[in-house]
Every structure is written in structure tokens, then in C-alpha cells.
């Protein structure tokens, strides 16, 4: 049975002419409606954010922790329900949805604590006597949160619980993928801030999206998403000297070193891999092997992923779940087909699943070349092209040959190699031997092309944050230096 939902503007529903249907990608069937918002939706939820930004900003910094606490409260309570219809319209097994939902609830809690911390500080003045000089750390205003649909509640949470506890009023355009879930959770979990503080749009990028980034009352665009996108936004907002805070696509390398276990590297880049059927801007999507243990590391890990279980999110048992929209499987489908023409060998999978839904076989690759769109080019999907080497050294400029940097991940125990590698590659994150691991207090995002935001941490909520220098003298007497000479 699908349901229709409405938008979320200054605490009431808002509908529009038109609708976007929201699917089960494991099913192909409808789950629910949201409306196609576009101009003049967006420009109603900016002026609700903006009518409520003076008394939000001024909120205390207590108040508005505590408002947060009270939605991890209420989302705690709506946890089942919200895990569920997660799993049914993004797609990814259940044990992976109850992580991403863990990690969205606990930045609400870190967030509305860090957000007490403090608003600047003082600095030493020239003359201390008569003389104070402060820097403060203020809201901008109105955030518009761009989100997309392979994390629709954690990548939401690492941009609202930040704004909202640095005292801003968001605008949330959530991917029409996902909106029926985003909804749900600001709906009912978010109802107690006051009318205006956080409004949702729902729509497509090319008019609900442009119109958030357009609109001139929005300071900030805070955007994960694809590098194409990314750039469109700062072509649009560069006019407006907007602050942008965009987490771009990512081309993650693996490599393992000499030295590393084979059996448990093999486990460790099928999670890596594989998580989200790929579906992660952290994938692993480049894998580079020692020359002497390619053969038998590709016939472990074919082994290994030969066996995992496509099924329904919501099914006891399933590995892997669908791809979230039937058109991203033509990509990897080309991504797949230009490395075989191109001489590679898919040793498992290489094809669409034979069953309903939007599933893609996990792929194993091996005999690819650095050149090939499998390994330059963001797949997003289920694949893993493996690669060999010789030289460590080389191995790291061949990881760095990428445009993008935002993660890389090394399995070894050789402390020179390890201190080598994290030292030498050009990544946001670098994790060794347990990949795609985050942690609330230390920031996410990538280098290079990746766009250069930073989530997370102390830094996910400086970004919400811009800088003011205040120098006062308490003395009105005239000063010996200034005019006439």
C-alpha cells in the first residue's frame, strides 16, 4: 500500500501540482508520493527559515542542545519504523541500516553537546589595559542541506545537527529516491523546534536543488553528492559568494602491502568493497596487490564473494541489496564491459541479477589496467577491480594518480610501510587495516577534487560557523597616531 506525503514548510504540510513516485528498489514497486517541488516552494521554505532565524540564532546554546536531546529521544522511540522504511526505500540489508541510523541518532546527542562549547574567544590586545579583542564564531543564517539517497538519514544528520546546534535554520532537500524516509523522521522527530527552524523540500535537483542554491537568502549550500554536481553548485553560487560545504565523489584505493594476512585482508576489502553494494563514496574501487599474491588473493576473494546472498533488505540472511535506481546499473554495466573489451577478466558476476528488482551480481575483476573507466571513473556499484604491483613507492603514486582523494586504505603490520603510505597519499582519510570506520570527534571529507568539506568532529560544526573580530577600546580618549601627523 503506498502513501502519499506532503513537503515540511514552517511547521505545516505543503503540497504541489506535481508528484514523484518513491520505489522499493528490491521489489519495483511503489512505496509512496512525494510532491515535485520547485520556485516557489523553496522560496516559501526560505522565507520560513529566514522569519525564524533571528530567534533561533538567539536561542541558548543549552536550549537548543537540549531541543536536540528530545529528538534523539523521539527517534529513538520511532526507531523500528524508521529502520524499516529505510530498508524499503534505500534498499541496503538491514544490519547496514541499523548502523546508518545508529550513527545519524548519536550525531544529534555529540553535536548538541559541542554546540555548548563555546562562541570564540578572546585574544591578547595591543593595549590590555583599556583594550579587548574577541572572536566570535556566528550562525550564517539559512543552511540549504542538499542530501543524497545511498545515506539519506546519517549524511543529513552530519549537516542538520551541526547547523542547528551552531544556531542556523536549514532548508532539507533530500533526494526524491529518498524523501519518503527523510520526511517521516522531521516530521516526527523534529516537530517540538519551533515552526521554520527546519523545513523540507522535496523535488528533483534540476529545480527544487538549483532553486535552494539559487535562492539569494540562503548562505550556505552544504551538498554530498557526485563531482559534476558539485561543480554546478559553485558555478551557480560563485556570483553570490555563497559558502559551500561539498563532499564529493570519491575512487578509494586499497592496497595491500607484502606483509599483510591474506584471509583477512580479502575479508576486509569485501566489506569495504561491498558495503551498500557499493553504493559508498568510500567504496574500495581500486585494489592494488603484490605481483606474487594476485592469483591467489582474486581466487579468495572470488570464493568469498561468489557466495554472498542478494535478497531483500528487510530478508533474514541477504548480503548484499539492490542498486537504488534501475538507470545507475547501465553504469556499471558500461564500467564492467569497457574493462573486459579492454582485456580484463570478470572471475564472478559481471551481470545484472536474474530476479525482480534493481540488483547487480557483486564483481570480481582481475588483469585491469590503471587507464581503464573501471578504475578512473566513480562506479558506485558492486565491482572490484583488482590490480597488481611491484614497487611500494610506485604504488602510492599510482594512488594518488586519481583526481579524487577523499579515503585509502593499506592492510599491513610494517610500521615503516604504514608511516610511508598515510604520510604520501593525498586522502581526507586514511584508515590502516580497518577500513570505512569514522569516528563522531574526528572530521570526514576527501582532497582534490573531492571538494574539501569536512564533516564530522570540531570541524563539522566550524563550517556551520563564520568568523567575527570584534576590537573594542574602552577608552574614547583620541589616540596619539591618528591625524593630523
Not at 208 to 215: I, K, M, N, T, W
Not at 337 to 344: I, L, S
Not at 382 to 406: C, H, K, Q, W
Amino acid at each position: 500500500m503506498s502513501t502519499d506525503r506532503a513537503m515540511f514548510i514552517g511547521g505545516q504540510h505543503v503540497t504541489a501540482a506535481d508528484w514523484i513516485d518513491s520505489f522499493d528498489p528490491a521489489t519495483e514497486q511503489v512505496l509512496g508520493r512525494v510532491p515535485a517541488g520547485g520556485v516557489g516552494e523553496v522560496d516559501r521554505a526560505v522565507a520560513a527559515a529566514k522569519g525564524a532565524s533571528d530567534g533561533w540564532r538567539y536561542t541558548a546554546a543549552n536550549d537548543r542542545a537540549e531541543l536536540l536531546h528530545e529528538a534523539y529521544a523521539k527517534s529513538m522511540t520511532h526507531h523500528g519504523d524508521l529502520v524499516e522504511l529505510l530498508t524499503r526505500e534505500q534498499g541496503k540489508p538491514r544490519p547496514e541500516q541499523e548502523e546508518e541510523a545508529e550513527w545519524a541518532l548519536t550525531s544529534l546527542r555529540y553535536y548538541a553537546e559541542l554546540g555548548r562549547n563555546g562562541l570564540g574567544r578572546v585574544v591578547p590586545s595591543a593595549e590590555p589595559r583599556t583594550q579587548l579583542n574577541l572572536v566570535l564564531k556566528e550562525p550564517y543564517g539559512v543552511v540549504g542541506a542538499i542530501v543524497p539517497w545511498n545515506y539519506p538519514l546519517l549524511l543529513l544528520s552530519w549537516k542538520l545537527a551541526p547547523a542547528l546546534a551552531a544556531g542556523n535554520t536549514v532548508v532539507v532537500k533530500p533526494s526524491e529516491l529518498t524523501s519518503l524516509v527523510t520526511l517521516e523522521w522531521i516530521e516526527r522527530c523534529f516537530d517540538h523546534f519551533p515552526p521554520g527552524v527546519i523545513n523540507v523540500v522535496t523535488g528533483y535537483g534540476a529545480q527544487a536543488g538549483e532553486a535552494l542554491v539559487r535562492h539569494p537568502d540562503v548562505r550556505v549550500i552544504a551538498m554530498t553528492g557526485s563531482v559534476a554536481t558539485g561543480q554546478r553548485i559553485a558555478s551557480v553560487a560563485a556570483p553570490m559568494m555563497k559558502h559551500l560545504h561539498l563532499e564529493l565523489g570519491g575512487k578509494d584505493a586499497f592496497v595491500v602491502a607484502p606483509d599483510a594476512d591474506l584471509d583477512t585482508a580479502v575479508d576486509a576489502l569485501a566489506y569495504s568493497a561491498l558495503l551498500n553494494s557499493g553504493q559508498v563514496c568510500t567504496s574500495s574501487e581500486r585494489v592494488f596487490v603484490p605481483q606474487g599474491m594476485r592469483d591467489h588473493f582474486a581466487e579468495a576473494l572470488t570464493a568469498k564473494v561468489s557466495g554472498l546472498r542478494l535478497g531483500h533488505g528487510l530478508d533474514e540472511g541477504t548480503d548484499l541489496g539492490p542498486i537504488a535506481d534501475d538507470r545507475f546499473r547501465d553504469k556499471i554495466d558500461a564500467h564492467v564491459r569497457d574493462a573486459v573489451e579492454r582485456g580484463a577478466k570478470v572471475t564472478t558476476g559481471g551481470r545484472r541479477a536474474d530476479r525482480s528488482g534493481w540488483f547487480y551480481e557483486p564483481t570480481v575483476l582481475v588483469d585491469v589496467d590503471d587507464d581503464m573507466v573501471i578504475m578512473t571513473e566513480e562506479t558506485f556499484g558492486p565491482t572490484i577491480p583488482i590490480a597488481s604491483y611491484d614497487d611500494f613507492g610506485a604504488v602510492i603514486d599510482r594512488v594518488n594518480a586519481s583526481e579524487m582523494g577523499l579515503g585509502a586504505t593499506l592492510r599491513s603490520s610494517d610500521p615503516m610501510l604504514i608511516k610511508r603510505f598515510y604520510e604520501g597519499v593525498k586522502a581526507g582519510t586514511v584508515w590502516i587495516n580497518d577500513p570505512l570506520t569514522d569516528n563522531y570527534a574526528g572530521p570526514f571529507g576527501g582532497m582534490k577534487m573531492t571538494g574539501g568539506g569536512r564533516e564530522l568532529g570540531p570541524e563539522g560544526l566550524e563550517t556551520f560557523l563564520e568568523t567575527k573580530h570584534v576590537h573594542w577600546d574602552f577608552d574614547q580618549a583620541g589616540k596619539d597616531w591618528w591625524l593630523p601627523y
